[in-house]
């Protein structure tokens, strides 16, 4: 089967730097996205990685070990309006073609 | 670019009625989804359409939800007769993707949809 973890809950300061974790398991991965979805809004993407390694987005980052079945999103800087939840997502390949599989997602709070 | 359009935003209805979202994907797109997104979770997937054609609706409860997307454009999710446990957002998204890897989703405002 397929499954996604990542931490229910994280809070930072104002400024910091916070660290989402996403470990996955799938029979035919293909790469992890991750998107950012505010109280009462759509998700929006933010970062695909399907390569291990790190892609940097301005303030956001993105990160993926494909031997360790393991990615994470780096947030820099951080500011009140990152309070949201973050989505990691793997991009699964199969017989039936390509799916998209959503974790549970990450609320982040960001105090001042 | 316009974005992924949804009606209506918020339903509220009772048990065993039935209800139809309606979504417009953004021009171009090939590929639509439609989530499922109970409070507190992550969106889960009901139906895939690449086209006109549904490519994957192994989650979809066919019993009560049907879905159609005609002429490759958009698209209906009907509920029929909803249950309590149907109370969520109803989210539709839309993508380029042709059977490519990279898949980056574009995401409509979503229904809110309460059953009584």
């Known amino acids: 089967g397929q499954s996604l973890e990542q931490p229910s809950e994280v809070t930072a300061v104002e400024g910091a730097i916070v660290q989402i974790n996403c470990t996955y398991q799938t029979s035919g991965f293909y790469g992890l996205s991750w998107y950012q979805q505010h109280d009462g809004g759509a998700p929006t993407f933010l970062s695909y990685?399907?390569?291990?390694g790190l892609e940097e987005t301005g303030r956001f980052s993105s990160f993926l070990s494909r031997s360790d079945s393991y990615g994470y999103l780096l947030l820099q800087e951080l500011q009140m309006k990152d309070s949201a939840s973050y989505f990691c997502a793997v991009r699964d390949r199969n017989t039936g073609g390509f799916k998209t599989i959503f974790g549970a997602g990450t609320r982040l709070f960001v105090k001042a | 670019e316009a974005g992924v359009a949804q009606s209506p935003r918020y339903k509220i209805i009772e048990k065993r009625q039935s209800v139809a979202f309606w979504c417009n994907p953004i021009?171009?797109?090939?590929?639509l989804y439609w989530y499922q997104q109970i409070l507190g979770q992550g969106p889960k997937l009901l139906i895939q359409?690449?086209?006109?054609?549904?490519?994957?609706d192994s989650q979809l409860p066919k019993d009560r939800f049907s879905a159609e997307r005609l002429k490759g454009v958009d698209s209906t999710l009907k509920i029929q007769p909803a249950k309590l446990e149907d109370s969520a957002v109803y989210l539709c998204a839309s993508s380029l993707a042709k059977g490519s890897g990279r898949d980056t989703q574009y995401f409509g405002p979503g229904t809110r949809l309460t059953v009584l």
């Open positions: 021009s171009g797109h090939a590929t």
């Open positions: 359409f690449q086209n006109n054609g549904v490519v994957d």
């Open positions: 990685n399907a390569l291990d």
